[in-house]
């Protein structure tokens, strides 16, 4: 069964059966209960906490010890367990979990993470079956991570599992590609009006349908998908706008007035390697930590 640790002075955690006392007069309890839980937020919210540590089933203490000695030894940095001997399907999900999310990691399933007390905004807001992974996955860009080597080896993932991490790291993905398809009907609509039915070139119709659909897509992706709004995300949003908007509008003029291709197939093909441009922007610079 899933648990989670303590790190607090020794001053403050009573010395109880079955902690892990650190160097540096800090000791690794166990409160007891399951990630998520009401014990969990109780535990994490007392005073004194230095950090939190998730732990899967099989965890030994040795390794929880080890993920609490590279947390203290580097302060501020999220400690990630890296077990050897990853099974197929584990590196596969890791691999997936590194591109879509932009934290490089070779072991992104091994149920093992400790988060020091001024980053626990990364723990997800309501219980889950996968709460190691929902956590990874709120680990911006920007977070210092460190890897810390585990005596624990992989294991196989069940069909069922290995589904659910995927779809779980995909999410987000998916939800921007909707959220980006709702934009692209305004746009691709106020598009053709306006080269239909103004006289406008190609050009500068591109730009001015983007300008309207941004705004669109700038509320759905800040409220829904990433989550993460104000005046630091909205500038570096319409800054990342412009330049793909510039760099679309110049591959669209090119394409269509002066090559003579087809304006609405043009801005098809130029649109598909922008949006995934767009997509890892936004997730490592624009809504990132």
């Keep these: 069964m899933p648990g989670f640790a303590v790190i607090t002075p020794d001053a403050v955690a009573a010395a109880e059966s079955g902690s892990i006392t650190l160097p540096g007069g800090y000791r690794v309890s166990f ?7 009401r014990a969990f937020t109780r535990a994490i ?10 732990f899967g089933s099989g965890a030994s203490e040795r390794d929880i010890a080890s993920v609490a000695g590279a947390m203290l030894e ?3 940095a999220i400690a990630v367990g ?23 990691l070779s072991d992104a399933v091994s149920g093992l993470i400790g988060v020091p007390g001024d980053k626990l905004r990364v723990f997800p807001e309501k219980p889950s ?21 585990l005596d624990a080896s992989g294991r196989d993932s069940t069909p069922v599992e290995a589904v659910a991490d995927m779809l779980l790291i995909l999410r987000q993905f998916v939800m921007m590609t909707a959220a980006s398809l709702s934009s692209a009907g305004l746009d691709y609509l106020l598009y053709i009006l306006l080269v239909a039915q103004t006289g406008f070139r190609a050009g500068l119709s591109y730009a001015a349908a983007r300008v309207f659909s941004s705004l669109f897509n700038y509320a759905l992706n800040s409220r829904v998908v990433f989550k993460s709004g104000g005046a630091r995300p909205f500038a570096r949003y319409y800054l990342l706008a412009l330049c793909i908007m510039a760099a679309g509008a110049l591959a669209t ?7 003579g291709f087809n304006s609405i197939l043009c801005k098809l093909l130029v649109d598909l390697p922008l949006f995934l441009a767009s997509y890892f922007f936004q997730k490592k610079l624009v809504f990132a930590g």
């Design 129 to 149: 079956k996968r709460f190691f992974l929902r956590t990874l996955l709120y680990v911006g860009p920007r977070d210092k991570i460190v890897a810390v080597p």
């Design 74 to 76: 580097n302060p501020g």
């Design 253 to 259: 003029h090119l394409f269509a007035d002066i090559l």
């Design 45 to 54: 919210r007392a005073p004194g906490v230095a950090g939190v540590i998730l």
């Design 31 to 37: 409160p007891g209960g399951s990630p998520g839980d």
């Design 82 to 104: 890296q077990r050897s001997g990853l099974k197929r399907s584990e590196v596969l999900t890791s691999r997936v979990f590194s591109l879509f999310s932009g934290v490089r």
